[in-house]
């Protein structure tokens, strides 16, 4: 649903809406290995965040890097949308 508004919400500078979330329909693993292959653990939503600010100019390109390798995500990861 927040996909299918995100054209018509009011933003900031970078004039996107970053969206965060799954309902994991269909996969049976731990809780905290779910968000983290959905990328929606507490890691990955910083480094989401960072990358947004980093969008509009408020955080450098290479704060978003090390945060990437602080918590050890691969930035090359792919999640499949449903």
């Known amino acids: 649903m927040p996909g299918l508004i995100a ?3 009011p933003t900031r500078a970078s004039g996107r809406l970053a969206l965060l979330g799954t ?3 269909g996969r049976s693993d731990t809780r905290p290995a779910l968000r983290r292959h959905f990328r929606i653990d507490a890691e990955s939503i910083v480094v989401a965040v960072l990358a947004e600010l980093s969008v ?3 955080v450098k ?4 890097a090390e945060a990437i390798t602080r918590y050890g995500l ?3 990861a792919t999640t499949e949308v449903v």
Request: proline share 12%; hydrophobic share 25%; aromatic share 12%.
């Open 61 to 64: 390109r290479e704060t978003v």
């Open 56 to 58: 509009g100019g408020d």
């Open 23 to 25: 309902d994991g329909f």
């Open 7 to 9: 054209p018509w919400v």
């Open 74 to 76: 691969d930035p090359e």
